[in-house]
């Protein structure tokens, strides 16, 4: 059976703070660790009201260190936003200080819109300069006698530290390929080209000094709880943050409602749901049965759950949920494998 981490994106809920968004995130990758998940990541994004971790290597510093064992990194680090140099000097210095812990997902989007982007680099944001700037991070991660490059990353010189690609295209599916690179698949928000994406990773994959075999993330929302009509209304906040978005006007995440439709029109709802097709919602028997149509569908190496719920005990409740689920079918898979 694979591993499950999970995907944080430190919601700011109405009516609390950051604050208390970053102390529930610290909370909950303590609940993943004891409950046996692999990885907890957090996400970059600008400018979005209803996200607190902007500042991710702040974020991935401060629940690392309330954490023991689970691995803490990026889903990821916006590169286009950062020069190359910086991120290995900060990830360096978290490898340092949580040895053999820390994860750098990499992505090409911004993560907000034109003018934050420029605001953070003070010019206009290159994505083609994409795969030349994870060469460049690549290389600040080598030995000095292999580099012998005046310029180096202090700490992150010699320090290994998995650099993953992410994407929800085609083109991050390619350079993971060309690089040897593991590659995680963004399908929680954009599942249109996630069966060709991971084709085409696993067809083009080059075996590399990072990696052997092509491996494989898959992203999906997990909202489960005790009944499938209580997660289908948990289900309402994320709904309600996306059309939030699509209307231009981001918000803090939004308390669940009973009927979603008695608020929003149908077409909007409709674009809504493909965005979001890629998600588990239901009761413990109904995320069972999902998570492994989706493991079986994909192949995916390993699974990354998204559990955008509005209220923090609830959310504890879905991942919980989602970990049994697991040990289920790594027991069927046990059995199967015995008989």
Not at 295 to 317: V, Y
Request: net charge negative; no cysteine.
């Amino acid at each position: 059976m694979i591993p499950f981490s999970v995907l944080d994106l430190s919601p700011i809920v109405a009516g609390d703070s950051a604050t208390q968004a970053l102390q529930n995130s610290l909370d909950l990758a303590q609940h993943a660790e004891k409950l046996g998940f692999n990885r907890y990541w957090l996400a970059e994004h600008h400018n979005m009201p209803g996200i607190a971790s902007a500042a991710t290597s702040v974020v991935i510093g401060y629940v690392a260190g309330g954490t023991n064992t689970i691995r803490v990194g990026s889903g990821g680090i916006m590169l286009p936003n950062h020069s190359p140099l910086v991120i290995a000097e900060q990830f360096g210095t978290l490898e340092s200080l949580y040895p053999g812990r820390i994860d750098l997902g990499l992505g090409r989007a911004p993560g907000s819109d034109q003018l934050t982007s420029r605001a953070l680099r003070r010019e206009e944001t290159n994505v083609d300069s994409f795969p030349q700037d994870v060469l460049e991070l690549l290389n600040y991660f080598q030995p000095d006698d292999d580099t012998n490059q005046f310029v180096q990353a202090i700490p992150g010189i010699g320090l290994t530290i998995p650099v993953w690609i992410l994407g929800s295209s085609l083109y991050g599916a390619q350079l993971a390929a060309v690089l040897g690179l593991p590659y995680a698949f963004a399908s929680h928000f954009s599942p249109a080209q996630l069966m060709r994406a991971l084709e085409v990773y696993r067809s083009r994959f080059k075996p590399s000094p990072y990696l052997q075999e092509p491996y494989a993330m898959v992203a999906a929302n997990v909202v489960a709880a005790d009944t499938d009509k209580e997660a289908q209304r948990l289900f309402t906040s994320v709904q309600q943050q996306f059309l939030h978005i699509r209307r231009g006007k981001a918000r803090q995440m939004q308390p669940p409602v009973d009927d979603i439709r008695q608020y929003w029109p149908d077409f909007e709802l409709a674009g809504i749901e493909q965005v979001l097709s890629f998600s588990v919602v239901g009761s413990p028997d109904t995320v069972r049965q999902r998570l492994a149509e989706i493991i079986d569908q994909t192949k995916a190496n390993e699974l990354i759950i998204s559990a955008p719920i509005f209220d923090h005990q609830a959310r504890k409740r879905s991942i919980a949920i989602a970990a049994q689920a697991r040990d289920a079918l790594t027991a069927q898979t046990s059995i199967a494998a015995v008989v």
